[in-house]
């Protein structure tokens, strides 16, 4: 009976963190970008020199709308050129849309107080747009003093080095403890990341090896960010467990290690006693619980989303709206498509929400925009892909006002139809994502429905098509209907295929609107979080066409960096 002692002490620990996590979300931090400032031209605000400027940058909450200040950087005497030296350290999230506010001050004493220092203009604008720019540089008029030229400002983003590393290890364990009465134990080993405050985060958790006490587990590759956040002296800690079928997982022991350790390879200093705290506390002779051996490491750099975006590749947005019938007669106010003069529709703050994020990355923000589904004048025929503007020739509309506004117009015009034929837009997107697979576009097709699918075999035969495409297809479901149909073409769970031909890649994704509505009408928020909801796997399916492809990103013209310029950092 030995070896079963402790061990229902060993199951009491908290379990839940061990088996709810889902290694492919499990939660990376985000991607750390370097802000570089510079001015032309400022206002000269002083009488016998010129302007001593400094720039203070402002983040704003998505709930609140409040501005909150992030940083500043140093005090440049006598200049109304300056480049500053110290850069702003943001994360950056493709999903989100991160407004930011610079102002610039003339600075005449010590005092920190703003108000005491003369105001030289100010610029909003977003991270993404300044990503967005061609090799991320974002050059924009300084504003708000009336009547005033103000000069103009200079940003830079850089994507900081240490995001873009992915290690690759293989570990062994040797005389681990026995947990079953039956048989050896089933091993397998959780990783977890320490963060500033002192708590752990699940990053990692290898496979279960069956029946051994000295497993040899598969190699496996992480993001060096999900491993340590970039600080490769934070302590990383691993947890050994026997798997038990019903959930009820043994605890075996623990050990820490670190970015830095792990980085030294196989050696004598990558040979970890795993440690059962309670087993050694009440047995004198306990020595360990086994151990376990790093057998090899190694560390690439792998190419970010943002690499593509500096080099130039562009995202073009294309969004497809459903005018059948079932969504109920426009003019009456149980219709998805009501025009309320006060508030939009479902479908237009669908539209707005998603097309905000994606048009900082489309450098013209000309947007075709397609209809489906309704019958057209002169003739009454019906079209599963009309353009919303009325041009077949030219489709494109300006800006996400533009599509909108050719929104309102064709609900005017148009008489709403059936039936539901996805197939003819997600092709009309594929034409033109075929023609160009150099990387040097992608493509994002935004489809907003009340979701009853008639086309669904032709649909999931296009998507198959197209996932060998550079494109992504987003589905957004407004309205009461099921939407079963929707979410098995999403393929989260079930890769999609038509006629025994499996996707290549997983690239679309669904939901819900009636989800992100909250009873108190907060639409900010709620819009917020449907787009964040709806990008966040963009990045990773535009990844994957491109490594699937072989593409490399172009390189990006050098960042210009004033002569006898270091780098400082300021992180608030």
Known sequence: MEMMEGDVVDKLGDMSSVYDFDPITGNIPATKVEITVSCRNLLDKDTFSKSDPMCVLYTQGVETKQWREFGRTEVIDNTLNPDFVRKYILDYFFEEKQNLRFDLYDVDSKSPDLSKHDFLGQMFCTLGEIVGSPASRLEKPLGGIPGKKCGTIILTAEELSNCRDSAT?????????????????????????????????????????????????????????????????????????????????????????????????????????????????????????????????????????????????????????????????????????????????????????????????????????????????PDGRVSHEFPLNGNMENPYCNGIEGILEAYHQSLKTVQLYGPTNFAPVVNHVARYAAAVQDGSQYFVLLIITDGVISDMAQTKEAIVNAAKLPMSIIIVGVGQAEFDAMVELDGDDIRISSRGKLAERDIVQFVPFRDYMDRTGNHVLSMARLAKDVLAEIPDQFISYMKSRGIKPNPAPPPYTPPGHTHHHTQI
Not at 172 to 195: E, H, T
Request: charged residues 25%; neutral net charge; proline residues 4%.
């Open 169 to 377: 290890m293989q570990f062994c364990a040797n005389k681990l403890d026995k947990k079953d009465f039956f048989g050896k134990s089933d091993p397998f080993m959780v990783f977890y990341r320490s963060n500033e405050d002192g708590t752990f985060t699940i990053c990692h958790k290898t496979e279960v090896v069956k029946n051994t006490l000295n497993p040899v587990w598969q190699p496996f590759t992480i993001p060096v960010r999900a491993l340590c956040n970039g600080d490769y002296d934070r302590t990383i800690k691993v947890e050994v467990y026997d798997w038990d079928r019903d959930g009820s997982h043994d605890f075996i022991g623990d050990f820490t290690t670190s970015y830095r350790e792990l980085a030294r390879g196989q050696s004598q200093f990558n040979v970890y006693e795993v440690i059962n705290t309670k087993k050694k506390m009440k047995k004198k002779k306990y020595v360990n619980s086994g151990t376990v051996t790093l057998l090899s490491f190694s560390v690439e750099s792998e190419f970010t989303f943002l690499d593509y975006i500096k080099g130039g590749t562009q995202i073009n947005f294309t969004v497809a709206i459903d005018f059948t019938a079932s969504n109920g007669n426009p003019s009456q106010s149980t219709s998805l498509h009501y025009m309320n003069p006060y508030q939009l529709n479902a479908y237009a703050m669908a539209l707005k929400a998603v097309g905000e994020i994606i048009q900082d990355y489309d450098s013209d923000k000309m947007f075709p925009a397609l209809g489906f589904g309704a019958k057209l004048p």
